[in-house]
T-cell receptor
Framework: QQQVKQSPQSLIVQKGGIPIINCAYE??????FPWYQQFPGKGPALLIA?????SEKKEGRFTISFNKSAKQFSLHIMDSQPGDSATYFC????????????FGGGTRLMVKP | DGGITQSPKYLFRKEGQNVTLSCEQN?????MYWYRQDPGQGLRLIYY???????QKGDIAEGYSVSREKKESFPLTVTSAQKNPTAFYLC???????????FGSGTRLTVV
Protein backbone atom coordinates (compact mmCIF):
# COMPACT_ATOMS: atom_id res chain seq x y z
CA GLN A 1 0.00 0.00 0.00
CA GLN A 2 1.52 3.25 -1.15
CA GLN A 3 1.03 5.72 1.65
CA VAL A 4 2.50 8.71 -0.20
CA LYS A 5 1.32 9.31 -3.76
CA GLN A 6 3.38 11.69 -5.89
CA SER A 7 2.47 13.32 -9.18
CA PRO A 8 3.33 13.89 -11.92
CA GLN A 9 5.86 11.18 -12.73
CA SER A 10 7.65 13.50 -15.12
CA LEU A 11 7.57 17.21 -15.84
CA ILE A 12 9.11 19.44 -18.47
CA VAL A 13 9.21 23.23 -18.08
CA GLN A 14 11.02 26.09 -19.71
CA LYS A 15 13.70 28.01 -17.88
CA GLY A 16 12.06 30.52 -15.55
CA GLY A 17 8.89 28.49 -15.21
CA ILE A 18 7.44 27.28 -11.91
CA PRO A 19 7.22 23.48 -11.78
CA ILE A 20 4.85 22.16 -9.14
CA ILE A 21 5.10 18.62 -7.74
CA ASN A 22 2.26 17.29 -5.65
CA CYS A 23 2.07 14.67 -2.94
CA ALA A 24 -0.84 13.20 -1.02
CA TYR A 25 -0.68 11.05 2.07
CA GLU A 26 -3.06 8.84 3.99
CA UNK A 27 -1.50 8.35 7.40
CA UNK A 28 -2.63 11.16 9.71
CA UNK A 29 0.19 10.27 12.11
CA UNK A 30 2.77 11.67 9.67
CA UNK A 31 4.39 14.71 11.24
CA UNK A 32 7.43 15.53 9.12
CA PHE A 33 7.51 15.98 5.36
CA PRO A 34 10.90 16.31 3.62
CA TRP A 35 11.68 16.67 -0.06
CA TYR A 36 14.77 15.15 -1.64
CA GLN A 37 16.59 16.07 -4.85
CA GLN A 38 18.51 13.41 -6.76
CA PHE A 39 20.86 13.94 -9.68
CA PRO A 40 21.70 11.00 -11.97
CA GLY A 41 24.16 8.57 -10.41
CA LYS A 42 24.01 10.29 -7.03
CA GLY A 43 22.21 9.68 -3.76
CA PRO A 44 19.19 11.84 -2.88
CA ALA A 45 19.95 14.97 -0.86
CA LEU A 46 17.59 16.71 1.55
CA LEU A 47 16.22 19.84 -0.11
CA ILE A 48 13.60 21.27 2.22
CA ALA A 49 11.21 19.96 4.87
CA UNK A 50 8.05 21.05 6.64
CA UNK A 51 6.03 20.15 9.71
CA UNK A 52 2.20 20.16 9.68
CA UNK A 53 1.92 23.13 12.03
CA UNK A 54 2.82 25.55 9.21
CA SER A 55 1.18 25.98 5.81
CA GLU A 56 4.22 27.15 3.85
CA LYS A 57 7.98 27.13 4.04
CA LYS A 58 10.44 28.85 1.72
CA GLU A 59 14.13 28.22 1.25
CA GLY A 60 15.61 30.19 -1.62
CA ARG A 61 13.71 29.32 -4.79
CA PHE A 62 12.06 26.26 -3.23
CA THR A 63 8.70 26.46 -1.45
CA ILE A 64 6.62 23.77 0.23
CA SER A 65 2.89 24.36 0.54
CA PHE A 66 1.09 22.18 3.06
CA ASN A 67 -2.64 21.53 3.38
CA LYS A 68 -3.26 19.46 6.49
CA SER A 69 -7.01 19.08 6.04
CA ALA A 70 -6.58 17.76 2.51
CA LYS A 71 -3.52 15.69 3.49
CA GLN A 72 -1.58 17.17 0.59
CA PHE A 73 1.69 19.00 0.17
CA SER A 74 3.52 20.35 -2.84
CA LEU A 75 6.91 21.63 -3.94
CA HIS A 76 7.19 24.78 -6.04
CA ILE A 77 10.44 25.79 -7.73
CA MET A 78 10.52 29.47 -8.54
CA ASP A 79 12.48 30.76 -11.54
CA SER A 80 13.52 27.23 -12.45
CA GLN A 81 16.94 26.70 -14.01
CA PRO A 82 18.41 23.89 -16.16
CA GLY A 83 20.52 22.95 -13.12
CA ASP A 84 17.30 22.08 -11.29
CA SER A 85 16.80 19.16 -13.68
CA ALA A 86 16.73 16.16 -11.37
CA THR A 87 14.41 13.64 -9.76
CA TYR A 88 12.46 14.91 -6.78
CA PHE A 89 11.06 12.70 -4.04
CA CYS A 90 8.56 13.69 -1.39
CA UNK A 91 8.52 11.73 1.84
CA UNK A 92 6.76 11.54 5.16
CA UNK A 93 7.45 10.08 8.55
CA UNK A 94 5.81 9.70 11.93
CA UNK A 95 7.57 9.91 15.25
CA UNK A 96 5.86 6.69 16.31
CA UNK A 97 7.33 4.87 13.29
CA UNK A 98 10.90 5.34 14.43
CA UNK A 99 11.24 8.19 11.95
CA UNK A 100 11.48 5.82 9.01
CA UNK A 101 10.59 7.68 5.84
CA UNK A 102 7.86 6.65 3.42
CA PHE A 103 8.75 7.93 -0.05
CA GLY A 104 6.61 9.01 -2.96
CA GLY A 105 7.36 7.49 -6.34
CA GLY A 106 9.47 10.41 -7.59
CA THR A 107 9.14 13.09 -10.28
CA ARG A 108 11.68 13.51 -13.05
CA LEU A 109 11.96 17.22 -13.80
CA MET A 110 13.56 18.63 -16.91
CA VAL A 111 14.07 22.37 -17.20
CA LYS A 112 14.74 23.38 -20.80
CA PRO A 113 17.10 26.31 -21.48
CA ASP B 1 33.45 15.71 7.29
CA GLY B 2 30.61 13.52 8.53
CA GLY B 3 28.73 11.44 6.05
CA ILE B 4 27.92 8.05 4.59
CA THR B 5 30.44 6.21 2.46
CA GLN B 6 29.31 3.52 0.08
CA SER B 7 31.78 1.31 -1.72
CA PRO B 8 32.47 0.32 -4.33
CA LYS B 9 30.84 2.86 -6.65
CA TYR B 10 30.54 0.26 -9.40
CA LEU B 11 30.34 -3.51 -8.95
CA PHE B 12 30.05 -6.33 -11.42
CA ARG B 13 28.70 -9.73 -10.45
CA LYS B 14 28.75 -12.98 -12.29
CA GLU B 15 25.72 -15.23 -12.32
CA GLY B 16 25.49 -17.33 -9.14
CA GLN B 17 27.92 -15.14 -7.20
CA ASN B 18 27.35 -13.41 -3.87
CA VAL B 19 28.59 -9.84 -3.53
CA THR B 20 28.73 -7.50 -0.55
CA LEU B 21 28.12 -3.76 -0.70
CA SER B 22 29.71 -1.65 2.00
CA CYS B 23 28.04 1.20 3.89
CA GLU B 24 29.86 3.12 6.61
CA GLN B 25 28.66 6.24 8.46
CA ASN B 26 30.47 8.53 10.90
CA UNK B 27 27.38 10.53 11.83
CA UNK B 28 26.68 8.54 15.00
CA UNK B 29 23.22 7.76 13.60
CA UNK B 30 21.26 4.94 15.19
CA UNK B 31 19.23 3.81 12.19
CA MET B 32 20.49 2.65 8.82
CA TYR B 33 18.66 1.59 5.65
CA TRP B 34 19.23 -0.06 2.30
CA TYR B 35 17.20 0.90 -0.77
CA ARG B 36 17.14 -0.37 -4.30
CA GLN B 37 16.48 1.98 -7.20
CA ASP B 38 15.80 0.75 -10.74
CA PRO B 39 16.15 3.09 -13.73
CA GLY B 40 13.51 5.79 -13.65
CA GLN B 41 11.94 4.27 -10.57
CA GLY B 42 11.48 5.19 -6.95
CA LEU B 43 13.15 3.86 -3.83
CA ARG B 44 12.28 0.41 -2.55
CA LEU B 45 13.29 -0.58 0.97
CA ILE B 46 15.35 -3.76 1.27
CA TYR B 47 16.38 -3.90 4.93
CA TYR B 48 16.68 -1.53 7.84
CA UNK B 49 18.26 -1.49 11.27
CA UNK B 50 17.24 0.74 14.15
CA UNK B 51 19.93 -0.49 16.52
CA UNK B 52 23.09 -2.56 16.58
CA UNK B 53 22.57 -6.33 16.30
CA UNK B 54 18.99 -5.88 15.14
CA UNK B 55 17.50 -5.50 11.66
CA GLN B 56 14.18 -5.97 9.88
CA LYS B 57 13.11 -6.89 6.37
CA GLY B 58 11.76 -4.20 4.13
CA ASP B 59 9.48 -4.58 1.13
CA ILE B 60 11.91 -6.50 -1.12
CA ALA B 61 14.23 -8.46 1.21
CA GLU B 62 14.21 -11.74 -0.73
CA GLY B 63 17.68 -12.55 -2.08
CA TYR B 64 19.43 -10.07 0.21
CA SER B 65 21.03 -10.29 3.65
CA VAL B 66 22.49 -7.76 6.08
CA SER B 67 24.35 -7.51 9.35
CA ARG B 68 24.70 -4.74 11.92
CA GLU B 69 27.59 -5.67 14.19
CA LYS B 70 28.75 -2.08 14.62
CA LYS B 71 26.79 1.16 14.81
CA GLU B 72 28.70 2.71 11.93
CA SER B 73 28.50 -0.22 9.50
CA PHE B 74 25.58 -1.87 7.67
CA PRO B 75 26.82 -4.11 4.82
CA LEU B 76 24.38 -5.58 2.30
CA THR B 77 25.00 -8.95 0.65
CA VAL B 78 23.29 -9.64 -2.65
CA THR B 79 23.01 -13.41 -2.85
CA SER B 80 22.68 -15.69 -5.82
CA ALA B 81 19.02 -16.08 -4.86
CA GLN B 82 18.36 -12.54 -6.07
CA LYS B 83 17.41 -13.19 -9.69
CA ASN B 84 17.52 -9.64 -10.96
CA PRO B 85 20.16 -7.80 -8.95
CA THR B 86 21.17 -5.19 -11.53
CA ALA B 87 20.21 -1.87 -9.91
CA PHE B 88 21.45 1.20 -8.06
CA TYR B 89 21.76 0.55 -4.32
CA LEU B 90 21.48 3.35 -1.81
CA CYS B 91 22.36 3.31 1.87
CA UNK B 92 20.91 5.88 4.26
CA UNK B 93 20.98 6.70 7.95
CA UNK B 94 19.11 8.95 10.35
CA UNK B 95 19.46 9.98 13.96
CA UNK B 96 16.82 9.81 16.65
CA UNK B 97 14.38 12.58 15.88
CA UNK B 98 12.68 13.57 12.64
CA UNK B 99 15.57 15.10 10.79
CA UNK B 100 15.31 13.06 7.63
CA UNK B 101 17.83 10.79 6.07
CA UNK B 102 21.36 11.24 4.90
CA PHE B 103 22.07 9.14 1.83
CA GLY B 104 25.29 7.71 0.52
CA SER B 105 26.35 8.21 -3.09
CA GLY B 106 25.22 4.73 -4.11
CA THR B 107 26.64 1.55 -5.62
CA ARG B 108 25.71 0.53 -9.14
CA LEU B 109 25.60 -3.26 -9.39
CA THR B 110 25.59 -4.96 -12.76
CA VAL B 111 25.30 -8.67 -13.49
CA VAL B 112 27.61 -9.81 -16.28
Amino acid sequence: QQQVKQSPQSLIVQKGGIPIINCAYENTAFDYFPWYQQFPGKGPALLIAIRPDVSEKKEGRFTISFNKSAKQFSLHIMDSQPGDSATYFCAATANNAGNMLTFGGGTRLMVKP
Amino acid sequence: DGGITQSPKYLFRKEGQNVTLSCEQNLNHDAMYWYRQDPGQGLRLIYYSQIVNDFQKGDIAEGYSVSREKKESFPLTVTSAQKNPTAFYLCASNPRGPYGYTFGSGTRLTVV
